[in-house]
């Protein structure tokens, strides 16, 4: 009966996020994570990792960083497999972020992406220049119509390199600037390579940026 109080606790909260009403949504998640049984994860595995999954969305998004930690601490305690970790890891870098930990983040961030099968060597301006130039080779034919015709990214695990990747990039500007276009033009060749989402889109930023200093 409890996990049922909770079901409805969470499409309460899906309904309030729906109208960007995340810190109401916030609370009912709360309210639903409060309600879980104690063997809620073993014998409800996947409405317990959702539901915790979409708390710790609307926690970030509202602010509410006093319970967003222990949200995620939660869901990489219990989580069965490493996909199953990446929202956590995903709302847990994006927190540190938030909270001035960058360096952390970045520490983070490098880990996932590694998991991933993503490193990068350190930049040289050697490396740069070729990384720059072969991206260029891979999108100087392209138009318009052919970036609007393109396939969306599908495959999951590729949406989070991609969204990791985003964040990293973002990171790096401030950080690490050298790094930037090795970034940038490796998020385009596996854009152009497995398919577009919204995120791909720093890469392209990142890239004509590269080219204009």
């Given at each position: 009966q409890r996990n049922d109080v909770a079901r409805l606790n969470r499409l309460a909260g899906r309904k309030a996020s729906a109208s960007s009403s995340f810190a109401i949504a916030a609370e009912y998640y709360m309210v639903g994570v409060g309600l879980l049984a104690?063997?809620?994860?073993?014998?409800?595995?996947?409405?317990?990792?959702?539901?915790?999954?979409?708390?710790?969305?609307?926690?970030?998004?509202?602010g509410n960083f006093e319970h967003l930690k222990s949200v995620i601490d939660e869901q990489l305690t219990h989580t069965k497999?490493?996909?199953?970790?990446?929202?956590?890891?995903?709302?847990?870098?994006?927190?540190?972020?938030?909270?001035?930990?960058?360096n952390q983040a970045m520490e983070i961030t490098r880990f996932i992406l590694g998991e991933l099968?993503?490193?990068?060597?350190?930049p040289t301006p050697d490396l740069i220049y070729q990384e720059l130039l072969s991206t260029k080779s891979l999108i100087a034919n392209l138009s318009q119509q052919d970036f609007l015709k393109a396939r969306r990214l599908t495959d999951k695990r590729m949406q989070w390199t991609?969204?990791?990747?985003?964040?990293?990039?973002?990171?790096l500007f401030t950080t690490k600037i050298g790094s930037v276009p090795l970034v940038a033009c490796r998020m385009i060749r596996m854009s152009l390579g497995y398919g577009y989402s919204c995120d791909s889109t720093s890469g392209f930023l990142g890239y004509a940026w590269a080219t204009l200093i």
């Open positions: 104690g063997d809620c994860w073993t014998t409800n595995y996947e409405s317990t990792l959702a539901l915790h999954q979409e708390a710790s969305d609307a926690l970030f998004v509202a497999c490493f996909d199953d970790k990446l929202q956590a890891y995903y709302c847990l870098v994006r927190f540190l972020y938030s909270t001035s930990n960058s099968g993503v490193t990068f060597p350190e991609i969204r990791f990747m985003h964040n990293f990039l973002r990171q």
